[in-house]
């Protein structure tokens, strides 16, 4: 009977505590079952007066990477996104808020393209966590850490969002990305390349997945008609298109502008890693150290003790 609600025991803890370890308990995996993340963040404006620019940037001084999924109707949205700002302050962020599309009646911002970016990186995980894989609001950092929500894990949503801020991306590239843009005649030419991106291992190397992606985002965008009465809503996606390879060039049919001349081109890598098989003789994940202590502990309080035996 022991040996029974020691295995009890066991299976109790062991639980619950590795899924706080693989998600630091303040947010969820943003990518249910893959090791990846977001990155990039660079832009482009492309204001009527620009013909010819470019950027790159060395991979260690990307910016953090912020999506939101969020909707004009959206009331709780408001309270997310006032918190976001907060716990942003003066850090260099991009952010890129998607708006809800499919089957909507009253935001007119989102597309089909953006629906499809949304679903086929974070669609599994917003399900497995909300019962749906497009949730108004919904926040994520570096294309890892998922917070769904206004209702906070620690004493405030500003104190999620700033720990998730501050940890950073997972990811261990060097090197640098580049973008460009040439218009003429009413068309655009965009040129990029990741291949200068390295991942940083020092021994064997993991098998990594590397997928460019060209968003189109307006600054601010005026819809006085939202239901949720931000009026003024900033950082609007209006289309995301995945690029053919790590380097090469292409004609984008750029999305209007909602209002003003505010639009600009970021470009995004979405990165993901294959697992490293288990060492032999070991299976699933080690415990921490502290949860240790703590089985040891409760399970020597199941073992059987001899009474002591008082002579007179």
Known sequence: MRTLAALLMVALIIIPIQASAANGGMWEDAREGILGGTLGGISLSL?????????????????????????????????????????????DVTRIHYHRHKFEVEDPFGSNGTEERWESIYGTASTSVGGAPRLAPTTVFDGERLHLG????S??????????????PS???????????????????????????????????PIETRTA????????????????????????LHDAVPLDGPIGSTVIDVPPAWDGDDMSAVLLVDWSLE??????GIVGKIIPAP????????LAALVPRRRSTILH
């Open 275 to 280: 697992p490293s098989p288990p060492e032999p």
């Open 155 to 168: 004493d405030s949503l500003q104190s999620d969002f700033s720990a998730s801020l501050a940890i950073g």
């Open 47 to 91: 204001s009527g007066n620009t013909t010819d620019s470019s950027i790159s940037m060395d991979v260690i001084d990307l910016p953090t990477v912020i999506e939101v999924y969020t909707a004009t109707w959206c009331t709780s949205c408001v309270t997310t996104e006032h918190t976001l700002d907060e716990a942003i302050g003066d850090a």
């Open 213 to 236: 992606w060209l968003l189109f985002v307006e600054g601010s965008a005026s819809f006085p008609d939202g239901s949720n009465g931000i009026g003024d809503y900033i950082h609007v």
């Open 150 to 153: 206004t209702t906070s894990k």
């Open 171 to 205: 990811h261990v590239y060097d090197g640098s990305m580049s973008l460009s843009a040439i218009e003429s005649e009413g068309v655009t030419e965009f040129s990029w390349d990741i291949t200068t991106m390295i991942y940083n291992c020092a021994d064997e190397c």
């Open 291 to 298: 949860s240790v202590a703590i089985l040891v502990c409760m």
